[in-house]
């Protein structure tokens, strides 16, 4: 490990240092090896959770349109529906 990185002392609380210990064997990594790779894991995760739902956010505001849209167009057809029969009827 270079000496330009960051060192960190972390108390554990009792039986996580076994856990951290069994994940990296089989794992086949070093034990801080294991806990970068699960703080970059997680990290990642919370990254993704926030796009996830800046996505979802815009997905409901488009689906909130569409269905102002909706019920606009719903009102027109309403509105010309007599119209239109009339029209209809005249040309029958």
Same mark, same amino acid.
């Given at each position: 490990?270079?000496?330009?990185?960051?060192?960190?002392?972390?108390?554990?609380?009792?039986?996580? &240092?076994? &856990?951290?210990?069994?994940?990296?064997?089989?794992?086949?990594?070093?034990? =801080?090896?294991?806990?970068?790779? &699960?703080? =970059?894991?997680?990290?990642?995760?919370? *990254?993704?959770?926030?796009?996830?739902?800046?996505?979802?956010?815009?997905?409901?505001?488009? =689906?909130?349109?569409?269905?102002? *849209? =909706?019920?606009?167009?719903?009102?027109?057809?309403?509105?010309?529906?007599?119209?239109?029969?009339?029209?209809?009827?005249?040309?029958?």
């Amino acid at each position: 490990m270079s000496r330009s990185q960051d060192k960190f002392v972390v108390r554990l609380p009792d039986g996580m &240092r076994e &856990r951290i210990s069994d994940e990296a064997r089989s794992a086949r990594r070093s034990m =801080n090896m294991e806990i970068v790779h &699960r703080l =970059n894991h997680s990290i990642e995760a919370e *990254e993704k959770i926030r796009r996830l739902e800046a996505a979802l956010d815009d997905a409901q505001d488009a =689906n909130r349109s569409l269905r102002e *849209e =909706n019920r606009e167009l719903a009102k027109r057809f309403a509105t010309s529906l007599p119209y239109m029969m009339q029209a209809q009827g005249a040309s029958a």
